[in-house]
């Protein structure tokens, strides 16, 4: 039987049993106490320390779930057997200070992400956020159905149905925290042999994605007005990925022949599959809108992905999915345990967002604030047409640039740099190990206010025309 | 030159143009206009409708948007070449209804899932949520630093020290919409041929993660005090996923002796690791807390994984990962590109939740609340202890039930079943091929109320003791 050093501190925050309890721990750990050695009664120990029974039995029990020391019946407590050797005292707190990203002062970024909060309706967001706040509402805060809740799904079905020219139904959607999370999904419900093919250049974050996902991705080049079809069909692929609405970073319309020749292929075997991205399609600022590609197919081989994060904000993580029957299947009987990504709450506000008819409006009023920034930088480029020809206009949050002055993509990007504007190359969308057949620069007018597109639009001119 | 037979409709809410450029694409679509046919000039076509020419131009560009005819220079618009052979007709609108999943009145679902939210503090709560939604708050709508934002990773990473004595910096914590995102994301961040031991049981749903994200799985069985470490040694896994602070579904404590000899296992070579599952600990009855095995270990291969959808609530779904630093260098690099699936509204509202108190005052609330009726459902079956073993007390939201009433687990279910009460068999969680040792009944606590635990123990005593 040993002596206790143990001193307690009456005026302690720390409850006396867990001063005993922590005592005992660290002398067992640093060896103090042997293994095997028995422990005083606690009858003992708090007649010892003048302290009440119960209050030496609570440090005890508490010891003993931990596995410090065990009870033997009739015989007291013991010390358990603890290989000491390994020291296992917790490390300094380290405290590492994370390199915020510098934001250059008066820098003007054209990113093709993000888009123009300045417009975004806080108060109605608010209102609505509030009501599905409400007590009568607290299932809100517990499980929902996995693929997303049936409401905001069956609004989104009847938005496809007007907007897209989509047809499905409710039960086909997957809602999904972003198109990352969607799309590895779908790396799960096709089998591990589907070959995908990937347009270069492409979406390089979904080319990622395939990749990360252990996925065999085959490059397809882009002919002028899409993908080429004769590469398409000797390359052996299951699945295309495409954007038929507004192809990135390119921002061509695929024409309709193209799309039924792109159907005719998906038709002609079995386990054929076309990725829709129509990321961006809400935006369109001359004429109607371009109908989706699975809104003019009668077949079920369209796996349509749509996102919320540039028609109502890229912060909230929202993104749906149409899964054709046949995949859906595949996804209730191997996917069925995934929860769902999106919180309850947030599904809800969307839902009442869209059917409240402040989608639409909010849709309508962003389409006027980014043609007239479209527009605006087509008619300050329009001088100098013979050096700068824009493409992919008319839709979507960003322009292509050819700038015809002698300089390479780099060289345009660092210049511009140099006058405070961060412009993007094109070359970064082409699949690894694809040759690169074209050049360019990326601008994002989404973000940027209209000051900065007349000021960046200045330096670019100094920066690229002197 | 072909007639036209179309008559427009001046007091239809579809604009002229839209009318034109409806006509002329189903007669293309129809084949009543041929390929290659050349189409009236848009003055010619304005003339013969007696409508502003300016309405046939619009009507024109979205034909030629979308690649159903083009323009010839100097010569006028074309139909353009379209295989028509293949039927693009979009099909009806199917509205299959969905099966809502039948809530049997008055059956008492002793579900594991789920927490109370009868005490939720949704005033709080709301409150919250209306100060993060302020208008200069709007970045909260934009793009987030994809791993988290830095103020909830660090509230995350103090809570964690106080709370659980885990020792990380907020660089480490990644945020993820639910454990199974940050699972398949770990999936992800490990190499292919990382062989992954877990227990069995174990938590299902993680087993099923690893296993359909391709992962090589191996068994190993559980003793009394947790995973057998022959077993473990002898697997060549390099990486064990536990639960050494509440097992699902034993509701066992990790002793600290088998604590030591998991951490000697991974440091006795380089790539081994620990997934620590810690998703119920803030809830312990009787004592304080069990420390983390992460808070007891200086060496840095342990991913502890976290969540917020027991301890505030399920429909949130955020859940936080500590990564050691190795792993999180190999997270940058492979998979920076995957933006964040929380939303950063719902980020900042945790956030506040945690660091005005609330978060705290809550589960001191929860923890009374669950101990009340994790007492009951003990003092009920005192009596029938004979028969009725209780295991796994003392912390969680569930308890451990072995019949020995001669009834098999099916039957126990069923019978509970044929009496209104749903209960869950102990051998849905071991792992698919693994023998299974041992049956039982788990019972949930956190859904039901007093009066239902009361009653619905009284018709599982009919059932099984009668």
């Given at each position: 039987m040993f002596a206790f050093t143990l001193v307690l501190d009456g005026d302690s925050k720390t409850p006396l049993y867990e001063q005993i309890y922590a005592y005992i721990k660290n002398e067992i750990r640093n060896g103090k106490i042997e293994c095997r050695s028995k422990l005083p009664s606690a009858r003992a120990l708090a007649e010892y320390l003048q302290i009440s029974r119960s209050t030496v039995d609570m440090a005890y029990a508490q010891l003993v779930s931990e596995g410090y020391i065990e009870s033997v019946p009739c015989k007291g407590y013991y010390v358990c057997e603890i290989s000491l050797l390994y020291d296992i005292a917790p490390q300094k707190h380290n405290d590492i200070l994370y390199a915020k990203e510098d934001k250059k002062e008066n820098l003007i970024d054209f990113t093709p992400n993000g888009i123009d909060l300045e417009y975004f309706p806080f108060n109605t967001w608010r209102k609505i956020t509030k009501s599905v706040l409400?007590?009568?509402?607290?299932?809100?805060f517990g499980n929902g159905d996995s693929m997303g809740d049936m409401e905001l799904r069956s609004s989104i079905c009847s938005y496809l149905f007007e907007a897209r020219n989509v047809h499905c139904s409710p039960e086909q959607i997957l809602i999904g925290a972003g198109n990352y999370y969607l799309t590895t999904l779908l790396c799960r419900i096709f089998d591990d042999d589907k070959v995908i093919a990937m347009e270069s250049p492409t979406y390089q974050r979904a080319y990622n994605i395939f990749r990360t996902n252990g996925r065999n991705v085959v490059t397809v080049k882009v002919d002028g007005d899409g993908i080429n079809m004769e590469m398409l069909k000797s390359c052996k692929a299951d699945v295309v990925y495409v954007m038929p609405s507004h192809h990135y970073p390119l921002g061509t319309v695929m024409p309709i022949s193209k799309r039924v020749e792109l159907l005719k292929w998906a038709n002609e075997s079995d386990g054929r599959y076309i990725i829709e991205d129509d990321y961006d399609s809400e935006f369109r600022y001359h004429g109607k809108p371009v109908p989706a590609l699975k809104g003019i197919s009668e077949n079920n081989n369209i796996i349509y992905i749509g996102t919320f994060s540039k028609s109502i904000a890229p912060g909230l993580r929202i993104s749906y999915m149409v899964l054709p029957e046949k995949l859906l299947e595949i996804y209730r009987r191997k996917l069925k345990f995934c929860s769902q990504t999106v919180s309850r709450i947030e599904q809800a506000t969307v839902r009442e967002f869209i059917e409240g008819g402040y989608f639409e409006r909010h849709l309508n009023r962003m389409r006027a604030v980014y043609r007239e920034k479209h527009d605006m930088i087509i008619a300050a480029f329009k001088e100098n047409s013979d050096v700068i020809r824009i493409s992919g206009?008319?839709?979507?949050?960003h322009l292509l640039l050819e700038v015809n002055?002698?300089?390479t993509e780099d060289e345009l990007i660092a210049a511009a740099g140099k006058n405070g504007v961060r412009v993007y190359g094109m070359?970064?969308?082409?699949?690894?190990?694809?040759?690169?057949?074209r050049s360019g620069i990326i601008l994002g007018?989404?973000?940027?206010n209209k000051e900065q597109i007349e000021e960046g639009i200045k330096r670019l001119k100094e920066a690229w025309l002197k």
């Open positions: 409400n007590v009568d509402n607290k299932e809100m206009e008319n839709a979507g949050l002055n002698g300089m070359s970064e969308n082409f699949n690894s190990g694809a040759e690169i057949y007018f989404a973000i940027v």
